[in-house]
């Protein structure tokens, strides 16, 4: 009644690979961490909408998804992120909806939270302030750029300079 067909267990828990020249997928929306490892000291800031991990050093800022700072790692700048986990050391503010500070942890600066975790074994010397959503609360001041110097107005005599700090100023001639 029933065909008597044997299934291979085997075969049914082996994952497949693709084969030659098939490209790999990815799930999308979700790239690997970026790793900085223990022998790597970058200097200048870091943006990334992904997952950053840190076991060298950083000197400069750093903004991204999830941020996880090694035991070996180091951060002098200001840090902000979804999840923020760190085991190594950070000399700046921290901004993030849940920050982690492991018992290997130093801290030098403000946490700004919406949920705090301090292991005990941890070193924190700063302030803690409890934002709703701390990443884009209005207390903490945003990068910005620097501005152009104005261009000369049409209205301004020929003989007038004009500077960003300093009022027109009639030239002199020399004698």
Sequence with gaps: MFPKTKS??????????PSAGEPVRRTPGRAAPSIIAADVTLRGSIVSEGEIQVDGAIEGDVRCGNLTIGETGVVNGDVA???????????????????VLNATAKVEGDIMHAALSIDIGAVFEGHVK?????LVSSSVPQLTLPQQAAAPQANVPPAATITNDIAPTEATPSV
Excluded: M
């Design 130 to 134: 409890y934002a709703q959503d701390p």
């Design 81 to 99: 992120g979804e999840l923020i986990t760190v085991k190594g050391r950070i000399v700046g503010s921290i901004r993030g909806r849940k920050v």
């Design 8 to 17: 291979d267990p085997v075969a049914a828990t082996t994952p497949s690979f």
